[in-house]
């Protein structure tokens, strides 16, 4: 279990998306076999928006769990669970000796209404980790946290009340939203600690290694973009190259310094790269 990991100084991990095509499936396979050789504290799965591809979610997570024997996270989104169908989806993660899971609310998929995205049955990540609670006492539960507050929050104390909420209904850890600031998290810390919530706090630490990457990263997550990034962004335009070395750079200053400073955990999107991985790890920690 994850739990046991915590007398560690610093917990690493990081996070791995199931392919689109099911051929692909033995890429990420082999991506497991070299990110195992850093033998993180976990390995998590995200679960498509909605619950598409969750079979492989479940797969994979299998995979990381029993052949490369470390501990796996399994996403799982309230979009699309009702009571059976989480009941299901928690069986088949038992039976595959998966014991972690990240209990979050989802998005609205595209294949869905407005008025059918209203209308889930599970509203908000809390009532779906209360429910996990009641239902498997001996589960790990993860939620998501936001450094600069998720963007459908009205205000910092909304969204800090709500996270609350979900500690107290259990969590044992939270993962943060990536952010490219140190500073952000270092308040947000503040902020949180001081509203009572002191669970763990694994910090999302997301490479930038693609010119594109970044515009796709932040619409999505609403994160904010120092100088410095940008800058390296529009002066490596035209050399990928040069722009994977700098921004594994900028993770790897990023994590060395958040480790400086006593996070408890560092967290790696990893984007299927073990190799950006391997390097930040062998670099920082
Ligand atoms: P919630 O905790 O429900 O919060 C959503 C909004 O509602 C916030 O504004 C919050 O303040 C508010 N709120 C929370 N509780 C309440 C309440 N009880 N009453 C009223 N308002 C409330 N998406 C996927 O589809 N698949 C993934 O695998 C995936 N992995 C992720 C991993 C991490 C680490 C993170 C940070 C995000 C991930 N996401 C994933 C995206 C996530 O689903 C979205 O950010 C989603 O919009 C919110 O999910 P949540 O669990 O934070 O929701």
Do not use: W
């Amino acid at each position: 279990m994850i739990k046991e990991k915590y007398n560690k100084k610093t917990i690493f991990s990081c996070e791995v998306f199931p392919p689109k095509r099911n051929d692909d499936i033995y890429d990420i396979f082999k991506t497991l076999d070299e990110i195992k050789l850093l033998n993180p504290d976990f390995i998590s799965v995200t679960y498509g928006a909605g619950g598409s591809n969750s079979k492989k979610t479940a797969t994979i997570a299998a995979y990381i769990q029993n052949i490369c024997e470390i501990e796996a996270l399994a996403h799982v989104t309230a979009v699309g669970l009702d009571e059976n169908s989480l009941t299901e989806l928690l069986s088949e993660l038992k039976r595959k000796q998966v014991q972690n899971v990240l209990a979050l609310r989802g998005d609205k998929p595209r294949t869905m209404t407005e008025e059918e995205f209203e209308g889930r049955y599970y509203k908000h990540a809390s009532d779906l980790i209360k429910v996990i609670k009641e239902k498997s006492d001996d589960m790990y539960i993860a939620a998501a946290c936001y450094p600069e507050i998720h963007p459908e929050s009205k205000s910092r104390e909304d969204d800090i009340r709500y996270l609350k909420l979900k500690a107290d209904y259990g969590v044992d850890s939270f993962i943060t939203q990536m952010f490219f600031d140190n500073d952000i998290l270092y308040r947000f810390l503040e902020d949180i600690r001081s509203a009572g919530i002191n669970v763990p706090v694994h910090a999302g630490i997301m490479p930038i290694t693609k010119v594109n990457q970044l515009g796709t990263s932040v619409s999505l997550s609403g994160s904010s973009v120092p100088k410095k990034l940008s800058n390296l962004i529009a002066k490596y335009s035209e050399d990928p190259e040069g722009m994977k070395k700098a921004g594994t750079e900028y993770a790897i200053d990023q994590v060395t310094d958040l480790i400086a400073h006593g996070v408890e955990g560092i967290h790696i999107y990893s984007m299927n790269k073990s190799d950006v991985t391997s390097e930040i790890y062998k670099a920082a920690f």
